[in-house]
């Protein structure tokens, strides 16, 4: 008979042992470029808005960079929780999700920033 910590602990290793089953042997490139496309055409809306929403608060200067990277962090945070579980099926590493777009909506991020910035509080 076994203690009960040491039947969790059996059950943890099972399930390790069933997740490391599931992750692929190897990934399909293309399927790799269209995961990646649709996170970076999910973060340039994303980006978009914040850019509007800090255009038309007036945040300017550091602050506004301050409020991108809090909005690249937020859809970041959400986009990992939901898809937690399965994010190894998708990317090779998961981590790309944080690192490797974290340019691609800044222009469209300023760009919004700066004319709503303008429109409203400048003229």
Known sequence: ???PQQMQEQQQQQQEAQAA???PEHYEMEYIQRNNKTVSFCQIPISILGGAIAGVIGFSGVYGFLFYFFIYITFCSLFTL???????LYFPNPRSIWFDSIGAGL???ILFWTFLY???HIY
């Not at 939901?82 to 190894?88: A, G, M, V």
């Open 1 to 3: 008979m076994l203690h």
């Open 21 to 23: 089953s599931i992750i």
């Open 118 to 120: 303008n429109i409203i």
């Open 82 to 88: 939901k898809e937690n579980k399965n994010l190894h």
């Open 107 to 109: 222009m469209p991020y």
